[in-house]
């Protein structure tokens, strides 16, 4: 790593099939800052134990996740792709930095509230220390920038607090990092309930689209999303369901609100959601095709994950050995 090139920093948790949420909010964007910047996505499967997870799955999830950062377009050898558990760090100092965060900081957190009340049989610990353990991801690596969806943003502000509050007492530790959230596509809505985030935890399938949908599910999905009772293609204040369906358009298309009420004046909704689902489709039709290619080659995977976690543990001791440094930690002989 080239001591003056900037950071980026972010992950998907393997804790479902990801959605166009995730592709759109992440993922897609992740591919901009490869030129620019010195780059760590990580599988947050550490982060994906908050929730319980049938073991197989989480595996499967988690080499399939590692191939979908490839499929859409992250290139293994300008970009460090691994998996959060291979580098114990995160946890080491996720623990340290436990200790630099306040409880009522972490009482506030609407991911936390949301979690916690969709789960109301297994509020562990790790749900409500979530954060800590997101912050210590991100300041391992002395990240400048956090490409994350909306959802994200309050847990890249609790992550700035703790670095400010660390290097308050300690200064020089950490680069506090910045969220970069995409202007469009930060908080895709559920089809079924378009007030709602689209989550691929969500119990309806029909309320998501996973990235890995074939074309015909994805067109059928669309076609059965919640709208309203008006007739008219337009971006208004209470039309939840189309304006989340714009939305998806102007994503996939790079068309603007007016162009898309142009384009289907006169035409009714199903004109409308028809197109959308094509559009969609199409776009994620060779995200597919080069996600069987990878999912074929285990042991290319495997090779992958191992220089990755090899990168990201060379950076992240030395951020480790800092903080264990100033903290007044005895070095182990
Ligand atoms: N609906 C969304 N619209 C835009 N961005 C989204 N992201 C998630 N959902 C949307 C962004 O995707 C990245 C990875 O998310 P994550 O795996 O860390 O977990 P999450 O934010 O909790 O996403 P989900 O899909 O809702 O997962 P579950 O159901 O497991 O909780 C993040 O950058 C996120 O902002």
């Keep these: 790593m080239l001591n003056d ?3 980026c920093f972010s992950g998907v948790q393997p804790s479902g099939n990801l959605t166009i949420g995730n592709y759109l909010g992440a993922l897609r964007n ?3 800052y490869s030129e620019a910047y010195k780059c760590f996505y990580c599988v947050v499967d550490e982060h994906a134990i908050t929730v319980r ?8 999830r988690t080499f399939e996740t590692l191939a979908l950062y490839i499929a859409c377009g992250l290139d293994p050898d300008k970009n460090t792709l691994y ?5 114990p760090a995160h946890a080491e100092l996720a ?5 630099f965060t306040m409880f009522g900081e972490l009482s506030r957190m609407t991911q936390f509230k949301d979690k916690s009340a969709r789960h109301a049989d297994n509020i562990n610990a790790g749900l409500f220390t979530y954060p800590v353990l997101m912050a210590s991801d991100i300041l391992l690596y002395q990240t ?5 969806g909306v959802d994200q943003k309050q847990h890249v502000e609790l992550c700035r607090d703790v670095a400010e509050r660390f290097n308050q007492v300690f200064p020089g530790t950490f680069t506090v990092p910045q969220p970069m959230i995409a202007e469009n596509g930060k908080k895709i809505m559920s089809l079924a309930e378009p007030a709602k985030k689209m989550s691929k935890s969500d119990e309806n399938p029909n309320a998501v689209v996973y990235i890995l949908d074939d074309r015909d599910t994805i067109i059928r999905k669309f076609r059965r999303a919640v709208t309203d009772s008006d007739t008219v293609v337009r971006f208004a204040e209470g039309k939840d369901g189309i304006n989340n369906l714009m939305t998806i358009y102007a994503c996939f298309t790079g068309k603007t609100m007016e162009e898309i009420e142009r384009e289907f ?3 009714g909704y199903g004109d409308f959601k028809a197109a959308v689902g094509e559009v969609t489709a199409d776009a994620l039709t060779p995200v597919r095709t080069r996600f069987g290619e990878l999912l074929a080659d285990k042991a290319y995977l495997e090779a992958q994950m191992k220089k990755g976690a090899d990168e990201a543990a060379y950076v992240a001791r030395r951020t480790l050995s800092k903080v264990q440094k100033k903290l007044g930690f005895v070095p182990r002989a």
């Design 5 to 7: 090139q900037k950071v």
């Design 30 to 32: 992740f591919s901009a």
């Design 53 to 60: 997870q049938e073991p197989a799955e989480l595996r499967r």
């Design 83 to 87: 998996v959060q558990s291979h580098v």
């Design 95 to 99: 623990w340290i930095l436990n200790c």
């Design 144 to 148: 400048d920038v956090v490409p994350v």
């Design 265 to 267: 004046a006169g035409k």
